[in-house]
């Protein structure tokens, strides 16, 4: 999902790659104490939480920063669950009926990989994490998931799950001076 116009207005995409109408900045407005969040985090993280088409910009870069993860992360999970997961019944299967020394040297392989793994993925993942471009993105994402939850439980009609999307739990600081990713123009048909 890498075209932004590709998407009707008032539309964005969730984790699984579903496509979903907006909650319009009305309807979160119309409770006051939504509203007043809005605006107090508004002016915290330098972004109108009231303005459709900024939302929905901050949404789909969402969606790309999540769907980049995504990817790494499946490909490192892997050795990460082979190794990590399997290695007990391995041990239990074949490790323990050989030698102390092959006991010793299949644990210290199986946590040189797993911890290789852990560092590759942190690694792989470590220019997004510093990048403050994307970290402001990710906290006004979490911001955004705030306001609209006030709003639910305010009682405006908001469905259960929008917006359909889990918490970034690494991106609790804002970054004023960082720059903003502008909205892409459209492109004419040749």
């Known amino acids: 999902m890498g075209d932004y116009h590709a998407l009707k207005p008032g539309e964005f995409v969730d984790d699984q790659g ?6 319009p900045s009305s309807v979160i407005a119309s409770v006051l104490a939504a509203k007043a969040a809005a605006e107090q985090y508004g002016r915290a993280v330098r972004f109108d939480f009231l303005d459709d088409q900024a939302v ?4 789909f870069q969402r969606r790309e920063d999540t769907e980049k993860g995504s990817i ?13 997961l399997g290695a007990w019944p391995f041990w239990d299967l074949v490790a323990s ?12 392989v199986d946590a040189l990989i797993v911890c290789g793994s852990i560092l590759a993925t942190y690694l792989a993942r470590r220019r997004t994490l510093l990048d403050p471009t994307i970290r402001n993105m990710r906290c006004r994402v ?4 705030k306001i609209v939850g006030i709003a639910r439980r ?20 804002f970054f004023p001076d960082a720059p903003e990713r502008p909205i892409p123009e459209k492109e004419e048909p040749a």
């Not at 579903?18 to 909650?23: F, G, L, Y």
């Not at 929905?56 to 949404?59: G, K, Q, T, V």
């Not at 009926?97 to 210290?108: A, D, E, H, K, L």
């Open 72 to 84: 790494l992360g499946c490909l490192l999970a892997v050795p990460l669950f082979f190794f990590g």
């Open 18 to 23: 579903a496509v979903h109408d907006m909650v």
């Open 97 to 108: 009926q050989n030698s102390r020394t092959f006991q010793i040297g299949f644990i210290v």
């Open 56 to 59: 929905r910009w901050m949404l």
């Open 154 to 173: 305010g009682g405006a009609d908001i469905p259960s799950l929008y917006p359909y999307y889990g918490m970034y739990v690494t991106s609790r600081k």
């Open 142 to 145: 979490r911001l955004y998931r």
